[in-house]
C-alpha cells in the first residue's frame, strides 16, 4: 500500500522560516510535489522533486531523499498569507495519479 | 494564466439523483483527472484520462461514476444515483506531461451536497 506522513498543524510567526516534513511509502515513486491549499480553495501547486536534492522557488524550497523517502517543505520569509494547508503527494510512476498526504495546517501568527 | 474551469460552483442534489459536473481542462493539456475532498480531509484520487479512454482509477470509482470527453474541451464526471458520502469538493485537474506529477493544476472545484 501507499502512506504518506506529515505534521498536522504547524504554526510559526510573521517573517520565520518554517519547514514541513513529509515521510512516504510507496511503490513506483517517481517523484515528490507541494500543492497549497487555502481555506474550500484549489490545489495550488509549489513545487516538485523527482531527483535528491533542494529545489528553489522564490521563497519555497523543496527537498527530497529518496533513500530516506523523506521530503520537506521550506517556507522562508513568512508571509500572514501563507496560512493554509499544505499537501505533500507522491507521483508513481507508470501511472498518472497523485496520492496526497493528510497535509499540514500551517498558522501565521504576527 | 490558463486554468482549469468547473460548472457548477455548488450544487445541491437528493439522494437517488444523478449529478453531471462539468469541466473545461486547459486547451493545451492531454491528461485530465476528477480527485475529490471531503469536507476537513485530504484530496483522494478518482480516475485519471487520457486519448479518449480511462488511463486509472481508483477503489472509490465504482460503477456509480463515469466520466466523458464529449467534444474537444469539456470533460465530465457523471454520478448516478447519489448517496450521501458523496458530498464533497469535487476537482477537476489537467496536466500536459504524464510522467512528471508537477504540472497538475487543479480547477477551483465544484462542491456537492447530497440531502
Known amino acids: 500500500g501507499q502512506s504518506l506522513e506529515q505534521p498536522s498543524e504547524v504554526t510559526a510567526v510573521e517573517g520565520a522560516i518554517v519547514q514541513i516534513n513529509c515521510t512516504y511509502q510507496t511503490s513506483g515513486f517517481y517523484g515528490l510535489s507541494w500543492y497549497q491549499q487555502h481555506d474550500g480553495g484549489a490545489p495550488t501547486f509549489l513545487s516538485y522533486n523527482a531527483l535528491d536534492g533542494l529545489e528553489e522557488t522564490g521563497r519555497f524550497s523543496s527537498f527530497l531523499s529518496r533513500s530516506d523517502s523523506y521530503g520537506y517543505l521550506l517556507l522562508q520569509e513568512l508571509q500572514m498569507k501563507d496560512s493554509a494547508s499544505y499537501f505533500c503527494?507522491?507521483?508513481?510512476?507508470?501511472?498518472?495519479?497523485?496520492?496526497f498526504g493528510t497535509g499540514t495546517q500551517l498558522k501565521v501568527e504576527l | 494564466e490558463p486554468e482549469v474551469t468547473q460548472t457548477p460552483s455548488h450544487q445541491v442534489t437528493q439522494m437517488g439523483q444523478e449529478v453531471i459536473l462539468r469541466c473545461v481542462p486547459i486547451s493545451n493539456h492531454l491528461y485530465f483527472y476528477w480527485y475529490r475532498q471531503i469536507l476537513g480531509q485530504k484530496v483522494e484520487f478518482l480516475v485519471s484520462?487520457?486519448?479518449?479512454?480511462?488511463?486509472?482509477k481508483s477503489e472509490i470509482f465504482d460503477d456509480q461514476f463515469s466520466v466523458e470527453r464529449p467534444d474537444g474541451s469539456n470533460f465530465t464526471l457523471k454520478i448516478r444515483s447519489t448517496k450521501l458520502e458523496d458530498s464533497a469538493m469535487y476537482f477537476c485537474?489537467?496536466?500536459?506531461?504524464?510522467?512528471?506529477?508537477?504540472?497538475?493544476?487543479f480547477g477551483e472545484g465544484s462542491w456537492l451536497t447530497v440531502v
Open positions: 485537474a489537467s496536466s500536459g506531461d504524464r510522467i512528471s506529477g508537477n504540472t497538475i493544476y
Open positions: 484520462f487520457y486519448n479518449n479512454e480511462i488511463s486509472e
Open positions: 503527494a507522491v507521483a508513481r510512476g507508470g501511472g498518472n495519479k497523485l496520492t
